[in-house]
Each structure stands twice: as structure tokens, then as C-alpha cells.
């Protein structure tokens, strides 16, 4: 009985405290609404006219709002007297109700919550933080989630731009930058590929109502990005333009190395992943071998082919880990090399240059590798340039022999060409990385690569996750070291 009644004065006191700070709520909105009317001076304001006063002065409504829904679910927090030091346990008295101003997407909310100091521990502390998960810093997670990927779409001072004029939020481009290090350090290929479920959902997706398993693909490529030496530090990014000119170090052309996996259903291609670093040829591998190991493409429901053009280390690396995949020399590459010597060898007369193009490119369609080896060592080359281009495709017809299988290729529904990556390639690393006057330190670069793959593959929401989990834990434990 005894029990009951104090548990109903709970509840009453409670639902008081709710009324009351629904009426604040109410009398703030009604301050809200005479300021925006205020603003508009119009007695038939345009729509617009309307919408710029309500969209300046939103933040400022929601902001209150936020700070009153965590007045009522944390009334009992906010008023708390004692809490148990984090580090010694210890019950430590309250000092004094501290606010603390954060800023959201939402707009600015205060919280309002007492602060307490273990002097043994030399510990500061608040409880409702913690609870309520806040960032440290002034700046919460959504705007820096917001920014963050903002900055792995547009270069930073145009993401601070955005930022500004879509959310209200500033962030200097230097914190930007700072942000995404943050966001993508020590990002592995498996933090940024899709889940295993996911992964063969599409696969049964694309296999549904067929006779044959899917053909799934594993393209592998590079692409040149600029990056400038470790050297070069201490210089702030932006305006290397200008800088460059006057500048001791010298940018670099390096190439980041990538993979991608996807299914080909006719004529459309189903991205399954994609890791792309500026990384050597073994740690690409790595990384394709834990995909490998952890299961993400199962083998045993595909029709797996690899598609790279005739760089040996590429072959070498697939033949170990994927044996039993189909393996093809693209196309294109192909097609590039035979130009190459028609250009070289037929200088003078270009529609037979033309001629030999075509007749060479139908016979290796057809898979008479041999066929045309024996007629290009019976070439009588024309110039130097020729024997040179000539020796070149020799090589590389000798070297790829067996991958070169076009037409029975073709017909079992493999692509020919890895214009899957090539396209990854494209959107990954160029359509960022590659601005003018931009060069990447490596490390930052790579940054930005993971977390152009986690866009890419649809896990940018898990990484920021990642993140947000570490800078929290941090945060804590930075509270217990102290
Ligand atoms: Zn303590």
C-alpha cells in the first residue's frame, strides 16, 4: 500500500513536470511565431518571403524543443545530487548545474546538467553527457556526419560552403579535414564492404528463375592519382596552386590499386564491392584474401571470372587465390596493344593499318592466339618503333595465351572487358582525387579512398558508426585516465 503511494506521487509529480514543460514549449513557440512575424514586414508576403524567415529562424525553434525533450526524459538526471565517480566509485556531491551549449543540425541545445569533481581522482564529470552520448567539442555527430560526407563528395572548401548554407552549421575546412582522417583511420577493406547477408541476397536476386548460377566478376585495375611527399608538410591544404609554384617539393603521379566485385545479369552490373588504396600489388592481395577468407563471395554460387588487362603480378596473385575462376585478358587492353603496332608498323598507310587491326582482333576473337604470334614474328618491321611495339605484343600475346578465349568467353555470358572497374575507378578515385591543383599526401588519400568504398558500397552509415562508438569510448576513458 505504502509502496504504491509513493509511486504514484511519482507519477504525479512526474506528469506536472511534463505539463509544465509543455507550457514553456508553448509560450516559446508563441515568442517564435511573433519574431518571424515580425520579420515579415509584407502584409502579402510571397512565399518565399515567408519561407526565408521561418528557414532563418527554424534552428532557434528546434533547438528549444530538443532542449526541452531532454528536460523531460532526464528531469531526474538533471537534478541529481550524488553520482559514483567513474573511476574510484566513490559518491561525489554535486557542484553546480552547469550548461553546456552543443551545436546540431537541429540548432543549438543547451543542456543543463549538474557537474561533478572527484578531488582524490581529480576527476570532472557529468553524468547526463554520458548518457546522452554527446560528442565532446562543441560540435555534435550529426554535423559532423553531415560534413563528413559532404567532404567525400566535393572538395573541402565546398563542402564547408554546403554545409554553411544548407544546414546553418559552419565547420572550418581545416576541422573538415581533420573530421574525415578521423572518420576513416585505420579502415580496413572489411570495414567497408557490405555485410555477407547482403552479398548473397543480390546474388539470389540476379539467380532467381535462371538455369545457371550468376556470373559474378573480379575486376582488378589502377589509377594515377597526385600525391605529394611527406616532405611537404606543414603546408595547409587549399590554395596548392598557388602555393605549388613557390614550393620545394615536387607532386607525384602514384597509382592507387583497386578491386571490384560484381554480378553482370545481361547487360547491367550489380556492384557487390570495391577496395581501392595507393597500395602495392601485396597488399592488394591482402586485402582480396580476407575478403577471400571471411566468405563474402561464395564461390560455389557463382560463375566467377576475373577480368584485368596483362600486368603478370595481377595474374600471378589470382591464379593462387581464386584457381578455378575464369580468367580474361581484357579486351580492350588487348585491342589498345594491337593498335599499338598497327600505329607503329603501318605509319604511312593507315587503311591498312585498319585492315591488319580488324583481321588481328577477329583472330583473336576466335582464339587463334598461335596463329596470330606466327604471323606477327613474320612481320618485316618497318622502323625501330615497329620492332619495339611488335616484340611488346609478342610478349604479351605469349604471356596471356590461355586467358585470351573471346568467343567461347562471350558465349558463356562472361564480360569481356573490365569496364566495371574502370567505371569504380572513375568514381572513386578520379572524380574526387583528381582536381586540379590538388596533391594528396598518401595517407590522406587513402582516407579518402575508404571512405569514397564505403559510399560506393553503402556502408558510409556503419563507418561513421564505427566512429562515432570510438570517439565516445574514448572520451570515457580519457574521463577514467585522468
Ligand atoms: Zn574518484
Aim: hydrophobic share 40%; charged share 25%.
Amino acid at each position: 500500500m505504502g509502496a504504491a503511494a509513493v509511486i504514484s506521487l511519482a507519477e504525479v509529480r512526474e506528469q506536472k513536470q511534463r505539463a509544465q514543460i509543455r507550457r514553456q514549449l508553448h509560450e516559446q513557440f508563441d515568442q517564435w511565431l511573433d519574431t518571424v512575424e515580425e520579420q515579415v514586414k509584407e502584409p502579402k508576403p510571397t512565399l518565399a518571403q515567408l519561407t526565408q524567415a521561418v528557414w532563418a529562424l527554424r534552428q532557434e525553434l528546434t533547438g528549444q524543443l530538443t532542449t526541452a525533450l531532454i528536460e523531460q526524459r532526464y528531469g531526474t538526471e538533471q537534478e541529481q545530487h550524488h553520482a559514483p565517480c567513474p573511476q574510484c566509485g566513490r559518491q561525489v556531491a554535486a557542484r553546480a548545474v552547469v550548461p553546456r551549449k552543443v551545436e546540431t543540425l537541429v540548432g543549438e541545445v543547451e543542456l543543463a546538467r549538474p557537474y561533478f569533481y572527484c578531488v582524490p581522482c581529480r576527476q570532472g564529470f557529468a553524468p547526463l553527457d554520458a548518457a546522452l552520448g554527446v560528442a565532446p567539442g562543441r560540435k555534435q555527430f550529426d554535423v559532423q556526419q553531415a560534413a563528413a560526407k559532404l567532404a567525400v563528395e566535393v572538395p573541402y572548401e565546398t563542402a564547408q560552403d554546403l554545409l554553411q548554407e544548407l544546414s546553418g552549421v559552419g565547420l572550418s575546412t581545416a576541422r573538415m579535414h581533420e573530421l574525415t582522417n578521423t572518420v576513416a583511420a585505420g579502415l580496413s577493406v572489411l570495414d567497408v564492404t557490405p555485410p555477407r547477408q547482403e552479398i548473397l541476397a543480390k546474388i539470389a536476386a540476379v539467380a532467381e528463375g535462371r538455369r545457371w548460377r550468376p556470373i559474378g566478376v573480379l575486376a582488378i585495375d589502377g589509377a594515377d592519382l597526385p600525391t605529394r611527399p611527406e616532405a611537404a608538410k606543414g603546408r595547409r591544404p587549399g590554395r596548392k596552386k598557388h602555393r605549388a609554384k613557390r614550393a620545394p617539393w615536387q607532386g607525384e603521379w602514384r597509382e592507387a590499386k583497386g578491386f571490384r566485385f560484381y554480378l553482370v545479369e545481361d547487360d547491367r552490373i550489380i556492384h557487390l564491392l570495391s577496395w581501392h588504396q595507393s597500395q602495392d600489388h601485396e597488399e592488394l592481395f591482402a586485402a582480396l584474401r580476407q575478403v577471400k577468407e571471411v566468405g563474402l563471395i561464395p564461390e560455389d554460387q557463382l560463375r566467377l571470372c576475373v577480368v584485368a588487362d596483362g600486368a603478370h603480378w595481377i595474374w600471378q596473385g589470382v591464379q593462387q587465390l581464386f584457381p578455378t575462376a575464369e580468367m580474361i585478358l581484357d579486351y580492350y587492353h588487348c585491342a589498345e596493344r594491337v593498335h599499338q603496332v598497327a600505329t607503329a608498323h603501318y605509319s604511312e598507310q593507315p587503311e591498312q593499318a585498319l585492315e591488319w587491326v580488324e583481321a588481328t582482333m577477329a583472330r583473336l576473337f576466335a582464339g587463334e592466339v598461335a596463329g596470330v604470334i606466327w604471323g606477327l614474328q613474320r612481320l618485316r618491321p618497318a622502323s625501330a618503333q615497329a620492332t619495339a611495339a611488335i616484340d611488346d605484343l609478342l610478349v604479351y600475346l605469349q604471356n596471356n595465351h590461355a586467358r585470351i578465349n573471346y568467343r567461347s568467353q562471350r558465349r558463356a555470358g562472361y564480360p569481356l572487358g573490365s569496364g566495371g572497374i574502370e567505371s569504380a575507378n572513375k568514381f572513386i578515385c578520379q572524380v574526387r582525387l583528381k582536381r586540379s591543383g590538388a596533391w594528396w599526401y598518401v595517407a590522406n588519400s587513402n582516407h579518402m579512398l575508404a571512405l569514397r568504398c564505403a559510399k560506393y558500397n553503402g556502408t558510409f552509415e556503419h563507418v561513421f558508426e564505427r566512429y562515432r562508438h570510438k570517439v565516445l569510448e574514448q572520451s570515457q576513458q580519457k574521463n577514467v585516465k585522468k
